[in-house]
């Protein structure tokens, strides 16, 4: 059977569907922005968001950011509520319900912390970082290794722009990124087995790869705490384990980081992890995957349908286990 795979600028019925009214959703808070609305009913409160309404977030006013139409996905966006209850945050739970109790987490004041093999180390309020970095918004695939997946609208901003504030000396090669580490919030930290802080790396060339997104906002809002607020990653070709939440330091190196996955099961998890139809995790085959949006059960994509924008990163890499 011969399958066709649509390119990225290829857009389905369905997926145009969705997307219109979720734009008009966003014009709608661009107009309420405008008149003033948002700041008396809360944009939050307007739509039903699970972020919690506690006052906590200032970055709010910043959402809607505009909308980067360059990445298109032809698959419908998944619900809000779907994307912002199904998750996977082991600090909070080793399964998927961990949305309320990841509002234990205090995101304010939130440090970013760049070191290693940088011209010059620095520490820096998540609030002005956001003020420094250009935010926009594009709508991705999302893949995990467990073989499902959804399609979700990120706001954040290329994590070349970090690269570029860090000036990573010439020697250095990855760029190690490590979530917040507080017991007293996050009872998963107390499962002393688990190999904390959750840590993940990418090489420089992947770091600063266009589509390499870091992500501070989720269906034109902040990002809720259970989705990995304040900062986030997104490299959607790689498996959803590599997506580190919740990230408080970055560190430049010249030596590839051991990850918390391969530190806890080598044998199932690698470096690159990479995503691949045809190369199964010894638990699950990735041949396909559930879309946890409509339920349907639809063929993986190599590289997750962006090979285009990232496969010339592995060509010279013969002998790497680049898919696990
Ligand atoms: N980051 C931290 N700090 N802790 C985690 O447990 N889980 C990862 C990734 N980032 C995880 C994490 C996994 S396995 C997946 S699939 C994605 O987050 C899930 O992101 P989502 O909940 O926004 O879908």
Redesign the pocket.
Known sequence: MLIKIPKGWEISGGRATSETIYMNRRNILKGMAGAGLIASIGSNAAFGTAFAADGEDPSASLYPVPHNDFYKVTRALTPEKI?TT??????FGSHKEISEAAQALKIRPWTVKIDGMVEKEMEIDIDDLLAKMPLEERVYR?R???AWS?VVPWSGFPMKELVKLAAPMSGAKYVVMQ?FEDKSVAPGQRQFWYPWP?TDGLTIEEATNDLTFLVTGLYGKPLPK???SPL?LAAPWK???K????IVRFSFTDKRPETFWEKLIKNEYGFWANINPEVPHPRWSQATERDIGTGERIPTLLYNGYGEYVADIYKNMAGERLFM
């Open positions: 994307a199904y998750n996977n945050f082991y600090e999302h995990c290794v467990e959804m979530t959750y259970q989705n990995g986030r498996y959803g384990f997506q580190v939440k919740s």
